[in-house]
T-cell receptor, first 111, second 111 residues
Framework: SQKIEQNSEALNIQEGKTATLTCNYT??????LQWYRQDPGRGPVFLLL?????KEKRKERLKVTFDTTLKQSLFHITASQPADSATYLC??????????FGDGTTLTVKP | DAGVIQSPRHEVTEMGQEVTLRCKPI?????LFWYRQTMMRGLELLIY????????DSGMPEDRFSAKMPNASFSTLKIQPSEPRDSAVYFC?????????FGPGTRLTVL
């Protein structure tokens, strides 16, 4: 069955450092991989989408890589700030419509 | 655009009562999703619609759950009768293609 694993439930880092979150998947051939941010008491918010034929995508301090051979995506936040503290979810989709979400990694950036 | 609108934001009810959750998707989006989120099970897809037609309801827990989408701007998720184990946050999301836009959620507590 399809499985998505995100690295350790919680990640704690110091302000200014780079946070790296991992998303691994098995039994899946996604055409799209997305990252969402979720704050307590709110719904997930879309951050970035990367397609299977793309290796890397950037948006401001965010960078996503997608390795379809390793079946892995890395999500980086450079120069992290306390305001980046949240839960980050990866989601995979084969086409428009249904996405499958991971359980998320909770990031805490300490000042 | 106002984003995805859900009502009510909070619902407290007693076991055995009927609960109706409502969702207004973003105009122009032809996909609508209902999710349930708990600490134990994460974000679970219950059902999704494309052009008002249910496409996949395999995530609906049991016959006590039903969902309708009578038109492109409105959907309901009904639980009858409700049970304490239904307590969770229920999210509605809409999409035009792959990226999903989530509502604020309805926090349901069944006593």
């Amino acid at each position: 069955s399809q499985k998505i694993e995100q690295n350790s439930e919680a990640l704690n880092i110091q302000e200014g450092k780079t946070a790296t979150l991992t998303c691994n998947y098995t039994n899946y051939s996604p055409a799209y991989l997305q990252w969402y941010r979720q704050d307590p008491g709110r719904g997930p918010v879309f951050l970035l989408l990367i397609r299977e034929n793309e290796k890397e995508k950037r948006k401001e301090r965010l960078k996503v890589t997608f390795d379809t051979t390793l079946k892995q995506s890395l999500f980086h936040i450079t120069a992290s700030q306390p305001a980046d503290s949240a839960t980050y979810l990866c989601a995979l989709a084969t086409n428009a419509g249904k996405s499958t979400f991971g359980d998320g990694t909770t990031l805490t950036v300490k000042p | 655009d106002a984003g995805v609108i859900q009502s009510p934001r909070h619902e407290v009810t007693e076991m055995g009562q009927e609960v109706t959750l409502r969702c207004k998707p973003i105009s122009g989006h032809d996909y609508l999703f209902w999710y349930r989120q708990t600490m134990m099970r994460g974000l679970e897809l219950l059902i999704y619609f494309n052009n008002n037609v249910p496409i996949d309801d395999s995530g609906m827990p049991e016959d006590r759950f039903s969902a309708k989408m009578p038109n492109a701007s409105f959907s309901t998720l009904k639980i009858q009768p409700s049970e304490p184990r239904d307590s969770a946050v229920y999210f509605c999301a809409s999409a035009r293609e792959v990226t999903q836009y989530f509502g604020p959620g309805t926090r349901l507590t069944v006593l």
